[in-house]
């Protein structure tokens, strides 16, 4: 080994040990060196499938940069997928792997984008947060008073999907199929009592997000929890842009298409409750974890709020696109 590559490794990172090999796609992070927490910065984030694993990519102007093929050619510690970078706060190891690898030469592990298969954002949160009614037209649209407080409720891990994902709609039991696109915040750091003004300190990125629904499901009792979690209903993709590449997640332009049609068109400096009361409310609830997503409510234009004699609702063969500024269209099928 050249005393130049000895010195590399050195000041990169501490300890350093083999990237260890990726599990199977629902198993738990691999053990890695000890790090200090951090949250990643300045990337464009996307969790892959790959070889019968999860793996972390991150897109460069040379292509997809797959971390963990990178890793092990480097012999450099790495997150192995999105959620062990954000529950371990990976971050710091992260940037080691991709300044190394741009500044190397390492061709072969640089994919094309069009080659990448696309998995949810995250994979094992412990709590996806769900906020309703969250903009001023669609709580008209529907007929529902303007919240006093954030109407917050939950899907589980069995509704996450993924950009190019389809949905297969549970026809036996549901009939009235429901778009909503919405922008969701993806925690990097633990929240608990937060303030306002410091919120978004904890959020390492945002991405698109679908808050699919079965409408017939959902008001068939008190509860939304059965019309929203249905098996794919909650995709989300294709990136995770991390925050500080945002900036102010109250002034993006946010839509929805059904085959090629506008639904949606808006944009979330019109939410009722910003993502920075949405965090600082939740966190007097219950601890917000690394790793775990908060949908931050759609606009007007859904199905439901049409009048009963012009919904049409969703159907097996239509395709859903979504997109918010800034962090790229989501699209999904239904079958």
Known sequence: MSSNRRAFLKGTAAGVVAASSTGPLAGPAAAQAPHSFEMPRGMTLINMRRDGAYRLGVKTNKGVLDVTAAAQALNLPAPTDMDDLL???KGGLLKAVVDAANSRGLDAVFLKEETVQYGPVVTRPE??????FNYRKHAEETGTPIPKDPPLFNKYNNALNYHGGTIKLPTKVAKEFDYEVELVMVF???????????????????C????????????????????KSGDGFA?????????????DPNQLRLECRVNGETRQDWNTNDMIFNC?????????????????????GTPQGVIVGKPKDERVWLKAGDKVACSLEKLGELRFDLT
């Open 208 to 227: 698109t997000g679908n808050d699919f629904s079965a409408r017939d499901l959902q008001r068939l009792t008190s509860q939304f929890m059965i019309g």
């Open 127 to 132: 709590k996806i947060i769900m906020m309703g």
């Open 188 to 206: 990097g750091r633990e929240a608990r009592d937060v303030s306002e003004a410091n919120a978004l300190d904890y959020v390492a990125g945002y």
């Open 87 to 89: 529950q371990n706060g």
């Open 276 to 296: 920075r009361q949405l965090i600082s409310f939740a966190s007097r609830m219950f601890t917000i974890k690394p790793g775990d997503i908060f949908f931050t």
């Open 235 to 247: 995709p989300l993709g294709p990136y995770l842009i991390t925050s500080d590449l945002v900036g």
